[in-house]
């Protein structure tokens, strides 16, 4: 439970360095998104689970 905290910790601080950096970029990409079908997102959303899901095994073991 611990580690899940930390993970959600370190995701806010990306989110946050990411739109305190880039807003307008962060604003158009979110448009952008807005804008794709279903599909390409699902894909994408799956991708970075498989990734998160291996780079945790690589570390953790």
Not at 32 to 60: E, F, Y
């Amino acid at each position: 439970m611990y580690d899940l905290i930390v993970a959600l910790g370190l995701v806010l601080v990306i989110e946050g360095l990411v739109l305190a950096a880039a807003p307008g970029a962060v604003r158009r990409s979110a448009e952008a998104i807005g804008q794709l079908p279903d599909s390409p997102l699902r894909v994408a959303g799956i991708v970075g689970a498989v990734i998160g899901v291996v780079i945790v095994w690589l570390i953790r073991g």
